[in-house]
Structure formats: C-alpha cells, structure tokens
C-alpha cells in the first residue's frame, strides 16, 4: 500500500505535460505488448503469442476470423507474400452475421501484417446471397494457374434463414487483395452420387424413407439414431449441404473443397471443375455419423491428414485427427491431437481449427491456424497459431505462449522434422489460455 501512496503522490506532481507524456509511453508499451502476438522472438525469427490481441500496420486489431492463408512466391526464392482472409465481424452478437464482409490482409514474413481492406464486400440489397446479415463463414482462396485467378470460397447462409441454406459462396479476383466479385451460391454435387457409397443406394428417397426422414433433426448437433445412409439420397436432386469448409489443392493443382453435410453429420470431399469455380460431380462421404465441423486438410510425405472438431456449437471440445492415404479415403479418425493437461486438450485449449498452413521456404514445417471464438462479442475473438510437431508419423498439437519459426528443426537434407529443441522439450508448458 505504501509503495502505491508513493506512485499517486508522484503522479500529483507531475505537470500536464508530464502526464501526457506519461500517457503516451503507457499506449505505446500497450501497443507494444499487442503487437508482439505477431512481431519477433529474440532470434530475429517471426513469432507468435496465441490468443493475445494482434494488430496490423495501423495498431488495428487484425479481423480475420475463421480464415485461412495463402503464399504466392515472389520473382526471387526469397520473396513472397502471404494473404490472410477471414470474417471481418462487429461487436456484440451482430458480429455472428455479416455486417462488412472478407478482410485481406498481406505479410511477407508472417510476423508484420498490412491491412489491404475488405475484399470482399455484403450487398446493401437485401435480394443478394450475400447482403448484409446473411452469414458468411470460413473463407478460403486458393491461385488457379490456368486461368491466372484467384478464387474464394466461403460457407453462405441466405438471410432470415438461419443454417438452414447450408450453401457454397463463389467469388473470384484478378489480384489476392481483389476487390473480389460474387459469381454466385449453390450446394454442390447436384445429381451426383458419392463414389464411396453402394449402387444399391444410389436411388432419391422415397415414400418407404418417411420414417426415416421423420427422424431427422436440423440443429446440427449429434442425436441418437441418427441415419447415417438416408440425407445425401434425400438431397440428391437439390445438392448436398455445406456448411462448415475448407479448400485445399494438391500437388497435381486439383483442387478440393471440404465440408460439413448431411446436417452436420458427415464430412464431404468434393473436387473443383478445373476453372475450381464449381463442383465436378465427384465426392466421397468421410466419417458418416461422426458429426464433424471445423475441417482443416494438409498433406505430409504422401498422406493426407485431417484436423476437425465435434459439433457442440460455440462451445469447445475435443480436438479430432483423420489421416488416409488418399484424399478419397478411406480415412481413419486415430484420436485427439493434443497433448498437455486433460482439462484443456478436453477443449482443446478453447479453440476450433480453421487452416493449416505451409510454411513458405521451410518444407515439411505446418502451422496448425485455430479461433478462439468469443460469440458475445465476436470482434473480441482471437486467434491461435501453433506449431504442428510429429512423433510416429502423425501430427501432434501443444499450447505455446510464446513460439517462433525456429521451433522446426531441420534435417541435413533441409526436410523440417516437426519436432521441438531440446531447450523447448524442457519448457514448462503454460496451461491457457
């Protein structure tokens, strides 16, 4: 108590301009603290404070919520940019409906990020898709190539209608940072039939499915008796639900979009028209009755692996991996990648994976990009990049206060193991947030 007296009496007699200054140097250690969720380590390397406040080149905070990064490679090996898109959200529970649109935001180390504006902006017309209230969810770009584009992808709820559209929303740009414009929503896979499914199933429900159907339920979450072979036969002729989704492209630039179906209780994997601004009519049903959201897709040394969660709504839960050898499958669920105390990988630290992300100059290094959602004011959410190490061939997931890149170590063949230094194996590891 005496050492506060002291402080208030200081503080007394200082002049005005003391007390501005003073002010002054309190915002910018502020600011300083922010920004160090996304500036340096003491290495000089970018490094990451996950669930702290980042901000952008304007002391921001940045807004990109359930986004996903994508590198386009300079003229030089070492140039190169990284564009991260995500939901630009308002405060309060406003911001779980789309009130500006998808924020861009361009880093050429990963550590300091330029704010590039909104790329892709709600209609004022409220007979658009994409007005202002509808829902737009997990944006993802991905470069095609052939047509020198860059294309989005985004999960679309029409206004007034709740998760009951369950949509795709397609955009495309000439640039990353765009403006983008809206070609248009649709379910995917219209008339087409799961290749990983029996021909003896592949007929439109009929009137001997209606106790079936009648058990269905739409709020997304898991129930008993939930009939794992009757919703993508009753959504053949309309296309399949999409809700929670990524993209990823492969090594051959086929590309892929990822998503929840079926009501939330079954994972698709569709492949893009060579153009990635439709679905082609090829899919494969992952995981039927499992229920889960929030998929996040990368391919390591040949396998695919694949980081989802339960579906519990706002609320956190266990984290979930799937790897295969295919991207058709079959894809077999080996557990939660997580590892410290059980109370938080239970919950998986509070977090809900949205993308992972190569590592530019650094083959084999992933980071594993998550939200820490806060739907009572939805601004307020933050963001969580983690390390992605390895240990028998499957990727593993640990909370870090603090890390940078030099956390990957490297192979005299330059091939990144995944795995920690020996000092950071000896680490205390934090148990948040």
Known sequence: ????????????????????????????????????????????????????????????????????????????????????????????DLGNTAQVGIHVYSSSDLASWKDQGIALKVADRPDMDICRGSIIERPKVVYNSRTKKFVMWFHLELVGKGYASARCGVAVASSATGPYRYIGSFRPD???????????????????????????????????????????????????????????????????????????????????????????????????????????LFKSAGKYFLFSSHCTGWSPNAGRLSVADSIWGPWREVGNPWHGPQDKISVSYGTQSTFVLPVADHPGAFIYMADLWRPQNAIDGRYVWLPIRWQDGLPELAWRDQWGLSEFDYTATGKATGKVTQLEKLAQIQNKP
């Open 190 to 296: 219209v008339g087409a039939w799961p290749m990983n499914t029996s021909l003896a199933t592949h007929h439109p429900v009929g009137p001997e499915d209606r106790p079936e159907l009648d058990k269905i339920k739409t709020d997304g979450g898991p129930y008993p008796g939930y009939p794992t072979n009757i919703i993508y036969r009753r959504d053949f002729a309309v296309g399949q639900m999409a809700r929670d989704m990524t993209l990823f492209v492969d090594d051959d630039e086929t590309a892929y979009v990822i998503y929840a179906s079926e009501e939330n209780g079954t994972l698709h994997i569709s492949q893009l028209t060579p153009d990635y601004l439709k679905t082609a009519g090829r899919y494969v049903r992952v995981l039927p009755g499992g229920f889960n959201e929030a998929p996040a």
């Open 1 to 92: 108590m005496t050492v506060y007296i002291h402080y208030i009496r200081a503080l007394c007699s200082f002049s005005h301009i003391e007390r501005l200054l003073l002010a002054g140097l309190i915002f910018c250690g502020i600011i300083l603290a922010a920004r160090a969720g996304e500036t340096v380590d003491k290495s000089g390397n970018p490094a990451f404070r996950p669930a702290a406040l980042w901000l952008d080149n304007h002391n921001v905070p940045i807004n990109a919520h359930g986004g996903g990064v994508l590198f386009m490679p300079g003229t030089m090996p070492d140039q190169g940019t990284y564009y991260w898109f995500g939901e630009h959200k308002v405060a309060g």
